[in-house]
């Protein structure tokens, strides 16, 4: 009986082993900041362990032809709710491995942040609660959420979330409700970087979002929707301060869908792709996020069309590319994930076509890995 375990576990050893070594050859690669044009990457044991033309085969399983295709990172998604274990199953399917969640209930937060290791499934980065007011945005959706009433319950906030071992910060600053005050957000803000955690605001209006970027907030998880900011103010915004916009395109877009009449004193929809242009000129690092589950957008494949309203913004595919993947994983100090270098995890996406020319090409993903394990 022993003898047959034995076997048995050998067998079970040498199959692990048997899918842990292989190569994908003749690919056009992105790696995170520039193009390849055609090279080989080899990945050991779930790790990037080279990348050249001619590299070694030795000791491998399988080489994968990716003539035609093109190698990515895996895509991020710097703004989700998720509130399953499915969400973030739906997100691993289309390749987005890791996701930003920008608001939760904590307890819940927990079981889900365990699957980080798990192949079919997203990494969670959590905010935990976000940040607000009494009877403020966040609080109407029916779990308790800690309120702050001024920049003196700052500290206690923040030590709540240590105390709950968040990833980074979320205020909320949505004045259609009541909300925080401008001293309480610079408090929040201050307080989150003495314990080393960037701190991230939603803002719906331009005097808002100036007045956090003032206050050195790290980064925005919208675009304002009012007015169109001033070059003259966004030059020197970017040059004193070092901040990142998730503009969240595709959910301001179907926000104003649904609001119908009501949308007609926001920017219509070529001057907040302008607004992104505008940024990203200024050298404001620009994030991919689609806020699902709002206005019914999914953890999955909706992030493509978010791509692509960034590519219709102007920006070019490989800035594009750049905003699902490094921009995000760099921005919340993720670490391994994100770049197809020697040493990262092997998060990688397989394209059919080449991505870096069409970003619709995105569209048609031939395989997801996760840590060099394929993901179902
Ligand atoms: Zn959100």
């Known amino acids: 009986m022993k003898k047959i375990t034995l076997l048995f576990l050998t067998c079970l050893v040498l199959q692990l082993y048997a899918q842990d070594h292989f190569i994908i050859a003749n690919v056009k690669v992105f790696d995170g900041e520039a193009i390849i044009e055609k090279t080989s990457v ?76 798990s192949t079919n499934y997203a990494r969670f980065y959590v905010a935990g609660y976000a940040a607000t007011a009494p009877e403020g945005h966040g609080t109407q959706f029916g779990f308790p959420v800690p309120t702050l009433s001024g920049p003196e319950d700052a500290k206690t906030f923040i030590e709540a979330r240590v105390k709950a071992n968040v990833d980074h910060i ?77 503009p969240t395109l595709l959910t301001t877009l179907k926000a104003f869908e649904s609001m119908g009449e009501a949308a007609q004193k926001f920017m219509k929809k070529e001057q907040l792709l302008a607004e992104v242009k505008k940024l990203h000129q200024a050298g404001v690092p620009i994030l991919a996020g689609t806020d699902p589950p709002n206005l019914s957008i999914n953890y999955g494949t909706d992030l493509y069309k978010e791509l692509q309203l960034l590519r219709d913004a102007g920006l070019s595919p490989i800035e594009v590319l750049k905003a699902g993947t490094s921009n995000i994983t760099r921005a919340f100090s993720l670490e391994n994930t994100g770049y197809v270098k020697v040493g990262y995890n092997a998060d990688l996406l397989l394209i059919e076509g080449d991505v870096t020319e069409e970003i619709s090409a995105i569209e048609n993903v031939n395989t997801v890995w996760k840590k060099g394990a394929k993901v179902n």
Request: net charge negative; no cysteine; hydrophobic share 45%.
């Open 170 to 246: 979320k205020i909320i600053v949505e004045p259609w409700k009541k909300t925080l005050s401008s001293e309480t957000v610079a408090a929040v803000i201050k307080e989150a970087h003495k314990v080393k955690k960037i701190a991230v605001v939603h803002v719906s209006r331009l005097e808002d979002a100036i007045d956090v970027l003032t206050n050195n907030a790290d980064g925005l998880v919208h675009i304002w929707w009012d007015n169109p900011i001033e070059e003259e103010q966004l030059k020197s915004l970017s040059k004193e301060k070092t901040f990142f916009v998730i």
């Open 42 to 117: 080899r990945i050991d044991s779930g790790v990037i362990s080279e990348i050249g033309a001619s590299i070694d085969t030795i000791g491998t399983d399988s080489i994968i032809d990716g003539s035609g295709k093109t190698l990515m990172p895996a895509l991020s998604n710097a703004h989700v709710h998720a509130w399953t274990p499915q969400s973030l199953q739906q997100a691993a399917t289309a390749g987005v491995l890791n996701v930003m969640d920008m608001h939760g209930v904590e307890p819940f937060q927990l079981g889900m942040r365990q699957l980080k290791d």
